[in-house]
């Protein structure tokens, strides 16, 4: 990621966690969580469309300053560390040794598929 500028992984981290959120937004909504309650489901539902929102306009913003592939690796990657992160906390799921090194080779192979891709080239438009 040398090339990368600072604010895009940042932007790409943004965006993962914001889809992560919505999914758990949507457990929360239609799960059955919150039977009982539902003003808390709508609220759920409402914040599912703000964090989708979020994250595609973020990863908008990705794909403008990367390769479509280096965008998709990106999310994948932080996507994949955010929702292990997120079920961690939140629900407390467990994870085995095995599955930690199976994402964590995954993890080094996207990033290297994503630093061999040529980097997207800004055109500049040349008035006569």
């Known amino acids: 990621m040398s090339n990368w500028k600072y604010s895009t992984f940042s932007k790409a981290i943004v965006s993962a966690s914001c889809g992560s959120l919505a999914s758990v937004c949507g457990k929360f909504a239609f799960g059955d969580t919150l039977t009982e309650n539902f003003p808390a489901r709508v609220i759920s539902g409402l914040c599912i469309l703000l964090f989708n929102s979020v994250m595609l306009a973020l990863y908008v913003q ?12 990106l999310a ?19 994870i085995s040794p095995s599955w ?9 192979g996207a990033l290297r598929i994503s630093r061999e891709i040529p980097q997207k080239r800004k055109t500049s438009s040349k008035t006569s």
Do not use: K, P
């Not at 794909?63 to 479509?68: F, K, N, T």
């Open 62 to 73: 990705v794909l403008q300053d990367v390769s479509a592939l280096q965008a998709s690796l």
């Open 76 to 94: 994948f990657v932080c996507n994949y560390v955010v929702s292990t992160a997120i079920g961690i906390v939140l629900f407390r799921e467990s």
């Open 100 to 108: 930690a090194l199976g994402a964590f080779l995954m993890t080094l």
